[in-house]
């Protein structure tokens, strides 16, 4: 098996988080978890990024060479997000690699995830510069959308004044 077309991580990106769960710190067909278990969690993870940045707006999958920041954000986020998925496979029993670890009040499945997260929202909050398939203010609408307005001033009258339209102000403007 081999990375979707559309992933932004690397298996060796996640057994640097986590390849101290098995022997050789490197996944195989024969570790817990195995390397086609890894692969497939990256992909799963890449297709929830992908799937918010194509709801917000952003070219899926984001290019590397026009967007180098953007697109390293998202393999990071792509390998903690992995990472804390795999981290939930293993049997607790056979394995506490937080046992060592000073009470922070989290696992390291769960900074993994929450980084994650945070990369998430700061798709949903369109706070990642990288490619849009449509401009940010395409669909903005302000003011009267070929409307008359419903108040005007005249020219004779102060600042700030307002009056309402009369039929006559509106025949006089279409026989112009």
């Known amino acids: 098996m081999a990375l979707d077309a559309n992933t932004y991580g690397t298996v060796a990106g ?11 710190r490197v996944f195989t067909i024969s570790t817990v978890p195995t390397l086609a278990q890894a692969e497939k969690e990256l992909d799963n993870v890449a297709a929830d990024l992908n799937s918010a ?7 899926v999958k984001v290019d590397s060479t026009n967007y180098p920041h953007a697109y390293n954000f998202l393999a990071a986020a792509n390998e903690y997000g992995a990472a804390a998925r795999l981290l ?6 056979a394995y506490d690699p937080d046992e060592q670890m000073t009470d922070t ?9 929450r980084y994650l ?4 929202k700061r798709i949903w909050d369109r706070k990642l510069k990288a490619g849009m398939t449509t401009g940010r203010f395409s669909r903005l609408k302000s003011g009267a959308q070929e409307k008359d307005p419903l108040y005007r001033r005249r020219m004779e009258e102060y600042p700030g004044a307002r009056i309402l339209p009369t039929e006559e102000d509106s025949l006089k403007e279409d026989s112009e």
């Open 14 to 24: 996640v057994e640097r988080l986590i390849g101290d769960i098995v022997a050789s």
């Open 53 to 59: 940045l194509d709801v917000m707006g952003y070219t």
């Open 88 to 93: 939930g496979t293993i049997p607790t029993e």
């Open 105 to 113: 009040g989290a696992t390291r499945a769960q900074m993994y995830e």
């Open 117 to 120: 997260n945070q990369a998430l």
